[in-house]
């Protein structure tokens, strides 16, 4: 079993939907949780970091169930410009960076 | 812009050689990991480097080796290069060792086995 799994894409949505993106964790001793956005030929940046009592960023929603191991994002109100891939990152076995394979989001006019 | 540098941006090797990545760190970060992303994967840890020791690695082999120096850049090091190392090497700084605070990634080096 991989570390870090996300939703298999590409989800592709029209401008203005809400789309949500799940990832579940292997590691129940993880500490820290991030999701990191890359976009087509560059690097990773962070977008949010996911805190157990969830929060929020704009239009961005992230939550975090310990129990499920469980990580999810929701975006709201889509924009082209949110067009990217969108990496779940957990804190794994031997304080370790793991990035999840990552989900492909492409927004449509 | 990250702060973040990395030299080359781009590489062709053949099997068998060696090659050297480079990378600068943000003004102020004393941890740098490296990553190893495949096309189409996510990025994959190979070790990271807290004053100027390893701390940490990942499921990577020997022939993969760092170094950190003095004013933290940072080089990735690859012996006896194989197909399968062909990807995008990325290094990322940042000031906890414990992955608590952001990684903040360079361009990285796109780098080619033939």
């Known amino acids: 079993r991989k570390e870090v799994e996300q939703d298999p894409g590409p989800f592709n949505v029209p401008e203005g939907a809400t789309v949500a993106f799940n990832c579940t964790y292997s590691?129940?001793?993880?500490?820290?949780f991030f999701w990191y956005r890359q976009d087509c030929r560059k690097e990773p940046k962070l977008l949010m970091s996911?805190?157990?009592s969830g929060n929020e960023d704009g239009r961005f929603t992230a939550q975090l169930n310990r129990a499920s191991q469980y990580i999810s994002l929701l975006i709201r109100d889509s924009k082209l410009s949110d067009s990217a891939t969108y990496l779940c990152?957990?804190?794994?076995?031997?304080?370790?960076?793991?990035f999840g394979a990552g989900t492909i989001l492409r927004v449509k006019s | 812009e990250t702060g973040v540098t990395q030299s080359p941006t781009h590489l062709i090797k053949t099997r068998g050689q060696q090659v050297t990545l480079r990378c600068s760190s943000q003004?102020?970060?004393?941890?740098v990991s490296w990553y190893q992303q495949a096309l189409g994967q996510g990025p994959q840890f190979i070790f990271q480097?807290?004053?100027?020791?390893?701390?940490g690695r990942g499921n990577f082999p020997p022939r993969f080796s760092g170094l950190q120096f003095p004013n933290y850049s940072s080089e990735l090091n690859v012996n006896a290069l194989e197909l399968d190392d062909s990807a995008l090497y990325l290094c990322?700084?940042?000031?906890?060792?414990?992955?608590?605070?952001?990684?903040?990634f360079g361009p990285g080096t796109r780098l080619l086995v033939l």
């Open positions: 990322a700084s940042s000031t906890s060792v414990d992955f608590q605070e952001t990684q903040y």
């Open positions: 590691n129940s001793a993880s500490q820290s």
């Open positions: 996911v805190y157990s």
């Open positions: 990152v957990v804190n794994g076995y031997g304080n370790k960076l793991v």
């Open positions: 003004s102020g970060h004393n941890t």
């Open positions: 480097y807290y004053r100027e020791e390893e701390n």
